[in-house]
């Protein structure tokens, strides 16, 4: 194999296999590294991608791109220990092109999209792990990075490198690009995968044909800590995750294996998992420090995107790991035509990145991380009081309806301040973007 690339991408997941594609589809020599013995192997997942985004890059993907369902039923449960307060949205035109949000297997996905870099010319080698960057001695101004180095001691030269090596990212941190990462700005979800017959998983999930649904659960799952539990339908499979900040999880000394079999214990959940045989376990962080947290994205010769440059914006992450992979793409295919690969001209990617419509929404997300340390209760307290609220409600006693209505405000006000209530439901709708 030649060892000098026009390009060099370090991990295959979405971002790195995006901008493998468009460097490929350019015309230039690109390498793509990944550590796993296939793309996708050390991936996981709720989940979902995102069709729009998703066609933007691979037009009418759905023709061939290997998918389980596509989602038309949301559902958004608030549970207590024998109790569920529900809210969902269904609509059919979601279960037809172009489609909204895609179920797929994280590990057949990821193959597919590298296939995609390959069958551009990309040059993909698996179980190559990057333990290196290998740097040009400026004798003034910052070092140039001009290649990477693999753990068995083989070295690859090229004009550029992207790093789309996930959350984990150390060769970012070693470039000096960013910072250790702190635990209150990472969740940590644990995934169980479960076999149950299509018709009855049909049946279970009021499904017909291809529509999928996702069920999202907070408050009883995560016991405590800011998290979320849910489930998302394939084919015949249903994926279960459960999960929450690591700092909360380790302050309460809870892991999330843990908490998903709570979860499963569940009443509501028990049901819905009835007979359906486990088959796969999996564990992995999402970074969740938004804008605070984003690296510096460029340097000479190197950019950084995907999860390794904190591209995710509430439950967006894979469509914002493709749309950085194909900007930083992009943009060394300019630079690959100006024959400039300085930290000036590459720039032009962190101005990208500045201009789109997530990077709006990141910044605008703001705070959340002083919310969510200051509040650590507010998913727990809210799935109560909302429980409290139903079991009362629907209730049926011997009293007035008035005095119902007056019991109903005494139990909401002991567990806690009505105005605190208001406050942790509009936090919930600004930031969590639970659904
Ligand atoms: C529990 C959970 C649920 C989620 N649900 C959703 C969802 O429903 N929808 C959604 O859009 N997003 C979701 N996300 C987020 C989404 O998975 C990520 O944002 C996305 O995978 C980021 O893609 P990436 O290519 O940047 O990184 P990754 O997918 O993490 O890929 C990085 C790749 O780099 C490789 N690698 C790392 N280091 C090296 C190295 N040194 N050398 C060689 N290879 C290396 C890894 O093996 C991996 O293949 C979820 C995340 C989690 C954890």
């Known amino acids: 194999m030649q060892d000098t690339y026009d390009a060099i991408v370090v991990g295959a997941g979405p971002s790195g296999s995006v901008a493998a594609y468009m460097m490929a589809r350019g015309g230039l020599k690109v390498l793509l590294l990944e550590r796993g013995p296939h793309p996708g192997s050390k991936n996981m997942f709720g989940g979902t991608i995102y069709a729009l985004p998703t066609a933007d890059i691979f037009p009418e993907f759905w023709k061939d791109a290997p998918w389980e369902r596509f989602v038309t039923t949301e559902y958004l449960y608030f549970l207590d220990d024998d109790s569920a307060f529900q809210i969902g949205f269904t609509n059919m035109v979601y279960g037809k092109p172009p489609y909204n949000k895609v179920v797929v297997h994280r590990g057949v996905f990821d193959r597919w999209v590298a296939q995609k870099a390959v069958n551009e010319g990309a040059v993909l080698q698996t179980n190559a792990l990057v333990t290196n960057l290998i740097y040009e001695k400026s004798l003034f101004g910052r070092d140039k990075v001009q290649g990477v180095q693999l753990d068995n001691g083989c070295i690859y030269y090229a004009d550029a490198v992207i790093l789309c090596e996930g959350i984990n990212s150390f060769l970012t941190k070693q470039a000096g690009l960013r910072t250790d990462i702190p635990a209150e700005t990472v969740k940590l979800y644990a995934k169980q995968v479960f076999r149950l017959p299509r018709s009855i998983l049909e049946d279970r999930f009021h499904l017909e044909g291809d529509e999928g649904a996702i069920y999202a659960f907070t408050g009883y799952p995560t016991a405590g800590v800011i998290g979320k539990a849910g489930i998302w339908t394939g084919k015949e499979t249903l994926a279960l995750i459960t999960g929450g900040f690591l700092d909360q999880l380790a302050e309460k000394r809870m892991s999330p294996y843990e908490l998903l079999e709570r979860t499963k214990r569940h009443p509501l959940i028990r049901r819905l998992l009835k007979d359906a045989e486990p088959i796969e376990y999996a564990a992995h962080m999402i970074p969740k420090g938004g804008f605070k947290m984003i690296p510096q994205l460029y340097d000479h010769h190197l950019l950084i995107a995907g999860d390794a440059a904190t591209m995710v914006s509430g439950?967006?992450?894979?469509?914002?790991?493709?749309?950085?992979?194909?900007?930083?793409?992009?943009?060394?295919?300019?630079?690959?035509?100006?024959?400039?690969?300085?930290?000036?001209?590459?720039?032009?990617?962190?101005?990208?990145?500045?201009?789109?419509?997530?990077?709006?929404?990141?910044?605008?997300?703001?705070?959340?991380?002083?919310?969510?340390?200051?509040?650590?209760?507010?998913?727990?307290?809210?799935?109560?009081?909302?429980?409290?609220?139903?079991?009362?409600?629907?209730?049926?006693?011997?009293?007035?309806?008035?005095?119902?209505?007056?019991?109903?405000?005494?139990?909401?006000?002991?567990?806690?301040?009505?105005?605190?209530?208001?406050?942790?439901?509009?936090?919930?709708?600004r930031h969590w973007e639970v659904l």
């Open 315 to 429: 439950r967006r992450g894979t469509d914002l790991a493709m749309l950085s992979g194909k900007m930083a793409g992009e943009t060394i295919l300019q630079a690959h035509a100006k024959g400039d690969f300085s930290q000036k001209i590459l720039s032009n990617y962190g101005w990208k990145i500045n201009q789109s419509f997530f990077m709006t929404d990141i910044r605008k997300k703001r705070g959340t991380d002083k919310y969510v340390a200051k509040y650590q209760d507010s998913d727990y307290l809210i799935s109560r009081a909302m429980n409290e609220f139903g079991s009362e409600f629907f209730h049926v006693g011997m009293g007035t309806e008035q005095d119902k209505m007056k019991k109903i405000q005494q139990e909401l006000k002991q567990i806690q301040l009505p105005l605190k209530s208001f406050e942790d439901v509009w936090q919930a709708l």
